[in-house]
């Protein structure tokens, strides 16, 4: 049954227009219906199925049912701190992040960022970014949307009060790995680079502010297969993934 993320208040028993983004993707994507069923959730716990009663070109009306409490998030409360990469390499980032339960997302601009972008072009980014993980939420069953920072410096990141988080920078030279680390007792902060990876006076800037370099393996990962294998690893070895 097609997911859709609005929004507006939900409420059972009631009758709701959706517009946007939202109508073109259920009436000249998913080609639905009168009469046809969705679920519908709103980020702020839980969904609702529906019943669409009338599909207009830019607006269709729905009968909102019964609610249902499912809730599919990680008991990790994971913030994933990712060096911006190229195209569809970050959306891909994003999307899988989500899918594997991450909670927020700071984009951020390294000294081996291959990005440049001006303030228009960094507003855009943001709102498609914003785009990917909603899809991404829709597709996954989870019924609230991770939240994505506005793009930021990793040094100004850094400066950031990281102490009440188990903080990881993820890097082939460091010289431990994940099981040899004690289960989070709060937060945990996962730092991640571009396609150039990060610096060693990035590295080392993290580490003097409490991050703990861990690597995965003999083998150098490119940067959205290295944000998606500690995504899972962390959630397999202390989250819902077990």
Not at 155 to 165: P, R
Request: glycine share 10%; aromatic share 4%.
């Amino acid at each position: 049954m097609p997911r859709i993320y609005i929004t507006t208040s939900l409420e059972t028993n009631s009758e709701i227009t959706i517009e946007g983004s939202a109508a073109n993707h259920i009436g000249r994507v998913l080609r639905l219906k009168s009469g046809d069923e969705i679920t519908l959730f709103n980020g702020k716990g839980g969904e609702y199925s529906a019943t669409l009663t009338s599909i207009e070109r830019q607006i269709i009306h729905a009968q909102v049912g019964e609610f249902n409490p499912r809730e599919s998030e990680s008991p990790l409360q994971i913030t994933l701190a990712q060096g911006i990469s190229r195209g569809e390499r970050m959306d891909y980032t994003l999307q899988k992040s989500v899918e594997l339960g991450v909670n927020r997302i700071i984009p951020l601009i390294t000294e081996r960022c291959g990005v440049k972008l001006d303030e228009k072009r960094l507003t855009k980014r943001l709102l498609h970014w914003q785009g990917v993980i909603i899809s991404a939420c829709e597709q996954c069953g989870r019924n609230r949307i991770p939240e994505i920072q506005p793009i930021t410096s990793l040094a100004h990141w850094l400066g950031e009060n990281h102490a009440e988080t188990q903080s990881f920078v993820l890097h082939h030279r460091a010289t431990h790995s994940l099981h040899q680390l004690a289960p989070p007792s709060g937060p945990i902060s996962l730092l991640i680079g571009p396609e150039g990876g990060l610096s060693e006076n990035e590295i080392e800037c993290a580490s003097q502010n409490g991050f703990q370099g861990i690597q995965f393996g003999p083998r150098i990962l490119r940067t959205e297969t290295a944000s998606i294998a500690a995504l899972a690893a962390l959630q397999t070895h202390w989250g819902d993934l077990r």
